[in-house]
Every structure is written in C-alpha cells, then in structure tokens.
C-alpha cells in the first residue's frame, strides 16, 4: 500500500516461490474472521479448525491476531468445484468458543502460487483500505530483488482482491524460515502499527 491508500499488488522483492501450475486454478480465496471469548491458549479452536474437511489446496491452520489474541482468523482457497459456504459442522463446533463472527469476506486471486513443500508457518494481512486499479492483475505482477535475494524461497503467496469493492486486499504468506515477517514489511505494512495504517495482521504463532 503506498503512501496515497494506492493498494500495490507485488511479489515482495526478498522472496520467492516455486510455482505449481494446475489445469483447475484458483477461484476464490475465502476468509472468516472471528473473535474468540478466550485466547486459545490450550489449542481447543484451533484443532476444531484443523479438523474441518480438506479440499484441493494445502489447510491453512488457525491465525492468530499479533495484537489481540482473541482474534483469529481463517482462510481457505477454492477451486470451481468446491462450495463457498462455511462448514456448519465446524461453525457447530466452534460456537461455544467464539463471541462474535463477522461476515465471510470473498477475494478474487491476484496471485495464487505454492510450492510442492507445505509451509512451516503463516503470516496474513488483511485491510479494506486502498483501491485496486483495475487490469492490475498476475501478468503485471513485477518481481524484484538481486540474485543474493531471489534465492530465498518461501512456500505460498495468495494476494486477492475483493469480489464485491474496488477497496482492500488479502495477503497470505506460507513461509520455511523468517521470510513471511520479511515478505509483509515487503509490502509496506509495518507490523508495530498495523492497525494504524488500516491492517490486520495474523499468524499461526502459539496465543
């Protein structure tokens, strides 16, 4: 996101990813954000989450808000043959934990590439500030970085865009070692004032 609320759809230049190419693309990229009574500090909603069935996409665990531990969030990429509506089984199962959902939010991919490795961890951005311009899609996506830099890869890049506004945008980083928290910076998103600047910021780190 640039200086004037302008959202920038590139790959941060520190990273890269090993793409993995099918005949059946992503479609959507899906988030739930919830608020949880209690931080989860036992793991409770989290193996709640990481129960729910399985589509054609790696499982992305529970994420965690790095300012308030009782926000957490979900996210889930779906193919043209997978449903969009949230698994009432799972909604069911985690109702005693949560105070609050608020409403599925639905993003067209920008950027949708993993690598045949899963990811150790995960960091997510979220924000509904800044327009995309429009023809802003993966073909003008630009790569930066020097060939020291390139050479750091991380496992999975989804960038969406939302379906329904021109304003906000979606960043997933799947990452091996320390390149997600790089890859966010990357973007302009400093986390120590991420909510100042209009962004949520979560991860799979323990609660």
Not at 5 to 25: F, W
Not at 92 to 97: D, M, Q, T
Not at 158 to 170: K, M, Q, R, S, Y
Request: aromatic share 6%; net charge negative; no cysteine.
């Amino acid at each position: 996101m640039t200086g004037d609320g302008t959202v920038m759809t590139r790959t941060p230049a520190r990273v890269k990813v090993e793409d993995m190419s099918t005949d059946n693309p992503i479609r959507m990229l899906v988030l739930e954000e919830f608020r949880l009574r209690d931080a989860d500090v036992d793991g409770a909603a989290a193996r709640i989450v990481a129960a729910m069935p399985r589509g054609i996409e790696p499982f992305i665990p529970l994420l965690t808000s790095i300012e308030d531990h009782r926000d957490v969030a979900m996210i889930r990429a779906l193919h043209a043959d997978e449903s969009t509506a949230s698994d009432a089984g799972q909604r069911a199962a985690l109702s005693p934990l949560v105070s609050s959902w608020a409403a599925p939010k639905h993003y067209a991919p920008r950027i949708a590439e993993r690598s045949t490795s899963p990811p150790a961890s995960y960091r997510l951005a979220v924000t509904e500030f800044g327009f995309n311009m429009r023809g802003d899609d993966q073909e003008n996506v630009a790569v930066g970085g020097d060939d020291e830099t390139a050479t750091r890869a991380i496992g999975l890049v989804w960038i969406g865009a939302p379906i329904d506004t021109e304003a906000g945008l979606v960043v997933l980083i799947g990452n091996y070692d320390d390149t997600a928290t790089a890859a966010v910076r990357g973007l302009a998103w400093p986390l120590a004032f991420s909510r100042q600047v209009g962004v949520r910021i979560y991860e799979n780190s323990p609660a």
